[in-house]
C-alpha cells in the first residue's frame, strides 16, 4: 500500500508580497520538482509568480482597510467616520471663520444732527483671496473726541443658492459651494424661515426645521423631515439658502493687518469713508475637525446625552463648540469652585454691593453691566466715589416714547431722607434735549462746570415727561484711575435681565427690582445665582445662594507675532455665546464663567541640526520651523499638561533631510500650571550641512 503525499501546509499568515512568493515557490517544489526548479527573475514562470503574489498583496491591503473601516478606533475615511459621528448623534464641525474687532476713524460727525450707520455684509477687502465682512448692523452716535469706531468683521464672503423640492420625504441637496463655514446658514422655503437642527429625523411633529452636515469634500447636505419626524417642503417650494463661504486658519491675520477703508452711511443722508485695522489679532479660524479629534470627541459627547453634569461634561461641550460669527474653541479646561451664602448689606436702602466694594466707579469697566426697563419719569440713583473725581460728561442711550422732551440730568449730595425725584442743591447740572434722543443710541451730555467732587455718596437724577427705557455710564477722571468710566444704572422700578452686575440702587417709593430666578450677579468680583425670584424693596433684605462655580477657560486659534499659527484669546462675543450654550445644558445649579486661558510661550534651542547636504538650506529652515509649529499646535500639547519634549524631537527628526541634532540646553519635561497654555516661543537653531560621513565646516544661524 503507498503512503498518500503529503499536502502541503498553508499558511494564513502570508498576506504580504515577499511571503506570497515564498509560499508558492514552495508548493511548486514540493508538488513537482522535477518540471519546474528554476526560479530566476528572468523566468516567464516567475514573472507570474510575480503577478499573483502582487494581486495577492493588494487582496490583502483591502480586506485589512475594509475591517478598519469597520471600527472607530481604526478608521482613516473622513467618510466612515461621518457616518461614526452620526450614529452617535455626533454633530462634525466644519470650517469656521476668523474674526476681528476693528477701529475706524475718519468720520467728522455733528453731534446734533449725524450719525453714522454700518450695514451688515459691508465687505473690508485684505488681500489677495482673503475678505471680511461686517457682522451685522451698528449705529454710532459718535461722542468720543477720538471719534472712534469699533465693530466686528468676519472673514469669508456671503453667497446664495437656490434649489426646487420635489415633495419627497427626507427630501435633500447639496450646496454646490465648498468651503461653507459652519452654522453660517440660513434655509428660506418660498421666503419663510425654517429652523436648523442636529438631526432632523429626532424631530417630533411636522416641525418646520431641517438638518445639515458636512461631507468629505465640505459641501454641505441638507436634509428636510418626512411629515412625521420634520416638515416636508411641498412641491415646487423654492428653496433659497444663504451661507457663507471662506474660513480656516489663514483667516487668523496678525494685528494691524487688516487696514483698508470702509464706506459708511451718514445719517440722515449721504456717505462717507472709514479708515479701518485691528488693533489686536483675528482669531477662531480653523479647519474642519479632524479625524482624530472625532475619534477623541465623538464617543464622549455620547456620553454626555447633551447634557453637564460632571466637568469631562463641561470640557466635552467646550471643546466641540463653534460660533458661525466668532469660530470656534480650540482648547478648554474646566475647575469647580465651591459656593457660598452671601446677605447683602443692611440700610435705609438695599444695595447688592458688599463692604468696601464700589460697584459704580471702576477703572477697568469697558462694557454696561446691565439693562432693564423702567417705568418711572424721575429716578436717582445712588453712586460712591473710592477717590476723588472730576464730572465732565454723562454718557446716555435710551429709547423715547411718547411725545419727546428734554431730560434734565443732576448730580446731589446724599441728603439724610432724600425725597425721590429730583434732590435740592444740585452741584452740577447738564441738558440732554430731545432731538438728541433717538435710535437707542448713546448721546453725550456735557455739564455746565466740571465739578469736583470728594470721595464719598451721589446721586444722578433725571427728569423726564416722558417714559423711558434707559441706562447710563459716568466719565470722570481721578488721580487714582485717571479717565475712569463710572457705570451706573437708571433707577425707579426694575426688571432686571437674567444676568446682572450688582450696584447699589434707589428704589423709588412704592417701586422694586424684582430679580428672576437663577439670576447671575456678580458681587465683589464673584459670581453668584438667584434660588429663586427676590423682590428687592427698601422692607426687603435679598439671600444670594451660589451652589458652585464651573470656570471654563478657552483657547482659540490665532496668529503670533511671527505669523505663525498658535493659541490665543478668544473674542467676548465667543465667550458669550458659549456661556449660553452652556447654561443651557447644565443640569446642577451653578454659576457658569468662561473666560480667556492665560498662554506661556515656551523658547526651544535645539542646538546644531545636522541636515543632508542634498537639501536646500532655506527649505530645511522653513521645513523644522514648520514641524515645531505643528507640534505645538497638535493634541499632544494640552493646557495644564507638561511638554514631553522627547515628543517633540520625534517631529523635528521626521522633517525629511535632517539627521540628527544635539540640543544645546537639555531640560527636563516642561511643566504647566493648572489652566494655562504652553505655546510655541522663540525657536533657534544652527543648521549643519553633512554629507555622509563628512560633516562639512558650513553653518548658517537661524
Same mark, same amino acid.
Given at each position: ?38 526560479? +530566476? ?256 470627541? $465623538?464617543?464622549?459627547? $455620547? ?28 482648547? =478648554? ?14 440700610? $435705609? ?30 429716578? $436717582? ?56 434722543? +433717538? ?46 468710566? =463710572? ?40 459670581? +453668584? ?65 468662561? =473666560? ?19 537639501? =536646500? ?86
Amino acid at each position: 500500500m503507498s503512503a498518500t503525499p503529503r499536502r502541503p501546509a498553508i499558511d494564513a499568515g502570508n498576506r504580504e508580497f515577499a511571503s506570497i512568493r515564498q509560499a508558492i515557490i514552495q508548493y511548486i517544489q514540493d508538488k513537482r520538482p522535477d518540471l519546474w526548479n528554476s526560479f +530566476y527573475h528572468s523566468d516567464f514562470g516567475t514573472f507570474l509568480i510575480d503577478m499573483v503574489a502582487a494581486h495577492g498583496d493588494m487582496q490583502s491591503f483591502i480586506t485589512d482597510r475594509v475591517g478598519e473601516e469597520a471600527f472607530l478606533a481604526t478608521a482613516q475615511e473622513y467618510r466612515s467616520m461621518m457616518n461614526f459621528a452620526r450614529m452617535l448623534s455626533y454633530r462634525v464641525r466644519g470650517i469656521t471663520a476668523a474674526s476681528a474687532t476693528l477701529v475706524g476713524t475718519g468720520v467728522p460727525v455733528n453731534f446734533n444732527l449725524e450719525a453714522v450707520e454700518i450695514k451688515k455684509g459691508t465687505p473690508v477687502p485684505v488681500g489677495v483671496g482673503l475678505s471680511f465682512e461686517v457682522d451685522r448692523d451698528y449705529w454710532f452716535n459718535v461722542g468720543t473726541p477720538s471719534e472712534e469706531y469699533r465693530f466686528t468683521v468676519i472673514e469669508g464672503s456671503s453667497v446664495q443658492e437656490m434649489f426646487v423640492a420635489d415633495g419627497s420625504p427626507f427630501f435633500r441637496f447639496r450646496t454646490a459651494a465648498d468651503s461653507v463655514i459652519d452654522r453660517s446658514w440660513n434655509v428660506f422655503v418660498d421666503d419663510d424661515p425654517w429652523l436648523p437642527v442636529d438631526f432632523v429625523e429626532l424631530e417630533t411633529g411636522d416641525t418646520k426645521t431641517y438638518s445639515a452636515e458636512y461631507d468629505a469634500d465640505g459641501q454641505v447636505n441638507f436634509r428636510f423631515g418626512d411629515g412625521i419626524r420634520g416638515a416636508i417642503p411641498v412641491p415646487g417650494a423654492f428653496i433659497r439658502v444663504e451661507f457663507r463661504v471662506g474660513g480656516g486658519p489663514r483667516g487668523n491675520v496678525g494685528s494691524g493687518v487688516i487696514t483698508s477703508t470702509v464706506t459708511v452711511n451718514r445719517v440722515p443722508s449721504g456717505s462717507a469713508t472709514l479708515h479701518v485695522t485691528n488693533p489686536k489679532p483675528a482669531s477662531g479660524g480653523s479647519d474642519a475637525e479632524s479625524i482624530d479629534h472625532i475619534r477623541q470627541w $465623538a464617543p464622549l459627547n $455620547a456620553k454626555t446625552v447633551d447634557k453637564c453634569v460632571g466637568l469631562q461634561d463641561y470640557i466635552t461641550k467646550a471643546t466641540s463648540f463653534s460660533s458661525p460669527t466668532h469660530g470656534a474653541v480650540a482648547r =478648554a479646561t474646566v475647575a469647580m469652585r465651591p459656593g457660598t451664602l452671601l446677605t447683602p448689606e443692611t440700610g $435705609a436702602f438695599d444695595t447688592v454691593s458688599v463692604a468696601g466694594h464700589d460697584p459704580v466707579l471702576d477703572a477697568n469697566t469697558s462694557e454696561t453691566q446691565g439693562i432693564g426697563k423702567s417705568t418711572s419719569p424721575k429716578a $436717582a440713583i445712588k453712586f460712591v466715589t473710592a477717590a476723588p473725581v472730576v464730572v465732565r460728561t454723562a454718557m446716555v442711550r435710551m429709547e423715547r416714547y411718547g411725545s419727546p422732551s428734554d431730560v434734565l440730568l443732576r448730580i446731589e449730595t446724599d441728603l439724610a431722607g432724600a425725597p425721590s425725584g429730583v434732590l435740592a442743591s444740585p452741584l452740577a447740572e447738564a441738558v440732554l434735549p430731545a432731538s438728541m434722543i +433717538y435710535g437707542n443710541t448713546w448721546t453725550v451730555a456735557t455739564f455746565a462746570n466740571n465739578v469736583g467732587l470728594p470721595a464719598g455718596v451721589y446721586w444722578l437724577t433725571f427728569t423726564a415727561s416722558g417714559s423711558l427705557d434707559s441706562y447710563y455710564t459716568l466719565a470722570g477722571s481721578s488721580t487714582a484711575a485717571p479717565d475712569t468710566e =463710572a457705570r451706573i444704572l437708571y433707577g425707579g422700578s426694575w426688571e432686571l435681565s437674567p444676568e446682572v452686575k450688582a450696584a447699589a440702587f434707589r428704589v423709588q417709593t412704592g417701586g422694586s427690582w424684582v430679580i428672576p430666578a437663577g439670576s447671575s450677579v456678580t458681587i465683589n468680583g464673584q459670581n +453668584y445665582k438667584t434660588a429663586s425670584p427676590i423682590a428687592v424693596d427698601e422692607k426687603n433684605l435679598s439671600l444670594f445662594v451660589d451652589p458652585n462655580t464651573v470656570d471654563i477657560h478657552v483657547w482659540v486659534e490665532t496668529t503670533g507675532a511671527d505669523g505663525r499659527r498658535t493659541f490665543g484669546s478668544a473674542s467676548s462675543g465667543l465667550r458669550d455665546e458659549l456661556l449660553q450654550y452652556l447654561n443651557a445644558r447644565s443640569v446642577i445649579t451653578v454659576v457658569n464663567h468662561v =473666560a480667556d486661558g492665560p498662554v506661556r510661550p515656551v523658547d526651544i534651542n535645539l542646538g546644531d541640526v545636522y541636515v543632508d547636504a542634498t537639501y =536646500a538650506r532655506d527649505a530645511m529652515v522653513t521645513a523644522i520651523h514648520d514641524a515645531v509649529e505643528s507640534f505645538f499646535m497638535s493634541d499632544r500639547v494640552q493646557p495644564g499638561s507638561p511638554i514631553r519634549l522627547s515628543d517633540l524631537y520625534v517631529w523635528i527628526e521626521r522633517v525629511p533631510g535632517v539627521n540628527h541634532f544635539v540640543e544645546r540646553l537639555h531640560r527636563d519635561d516642561i511643566m504647566a500650571k493648572p489652566d494655562e497654555m504652553l505655546v510655541r516661543g522663540n525657536v533657534t537653531f544652527n543648521v549643519r550641512m553633512s554629507v555622509f560621513e563628512d560633516r562639512l565646516d558650513i553653518r548658517a544661524k537661524y
